[in-house]
């Protein structure tokens, strides 16, 4: 196998991974409603309108990233959610360790990382469009 294989497939699988991953979240909130989300907004000021950003970042950017149809912006639109998830939810977390020693945010700071890796190295060969 060459080398462009090699790192095609290493993006497609860095690609269905993060996608997945998030998209599993927007269900879960789509199956138990916006209401809380909307509500979160709310108390930190802004208008409940925007929860529903929620869906772009955790339903439509991952269905982005997992086919590679513009998934550049599929990235940007998760790094994006993924800071408002950390200063909305997990901002009290930030200075701390969970119960097995690693970083309270972990999973969500590897979220913003590779959304941010995928947007930079765009989605390989194996994609609807190369964007």
Known sequence: M???TQQDLGKLILRIALGSLVLLHGVSKLDGGLDGIMKMVETQGF???FGYGVLAGEVLAPLLVITGFFS???GILIVLNMIV???LVHQGDIGHLN???GWAIELQMMYLA???AVALIGPGKYA???R
């Open 2 to 4: 060459n080398t462009n």
């Open 47 to 49: 208008p409940a309108s």
């Open 72 to 74: 550049r912006i599929g």
């Open 85 to 87: 998830a950390l200063y």
């Open 99 to 101: 119960e097995q020693g």
């Open 114 to 116: 590779t959304a941010a």
């Open 128 to 130: 609807f469009n190369q």
